[in-house]
């Protein structure tokens, strides 16, 4: 019952939760943004060098420079390219700094 509330509830614009959630879902620029990136930059990994091709081109990913999943230039100027292992590593880079200079909850900063 609850999402059947959802579904008919209006919002400013006279749309439903689930004609925004369709409008998202269809139109998007935003969800294009790793083909174009794959286009513009080619199946390789910007960090390590790892080429990919069209058989395993689900293990590269599209790293947001700026890390705004939201910006998405058409010029590809906030994406790289990167492996999985190399996206993980990027992300996991901002954690361990973060720990080693004692801005993680829990630990003392004296």
Request: net charge positive; charged share 30%; proline share 3%.
């Amino acid at each position: 019952m609850r999402s059947r509330r959802l579904q008919q509830k209006k919002t400013d614009q006279n749309k439903t939760v689930a004609e925004i959630v369709r409008e998202l879902k269809e139109g998007a620029p935003v969800s294009n943004y790793r083909e174009q990136s794959l286009k513009i930059h080619g199946l390789i990994c910007a960090k390590c060098g790892r080429e990919f091709d069209h058989n395993n081109r689900n293990l590269l990913t599209v790293h947001h420079k700026d890390g705004d999943h939201r910006n998405n230039p058409p010029d590809g100027s906030n994406w790289e390219n990167l492996c999985v292992y190399c996206h993980d590593d990027e992300h996991s880079r901002g954690l361990l700094g973060d720990y080693l200079s004692g801005k993680c909850r829990g630990q003392d900063n004296t």
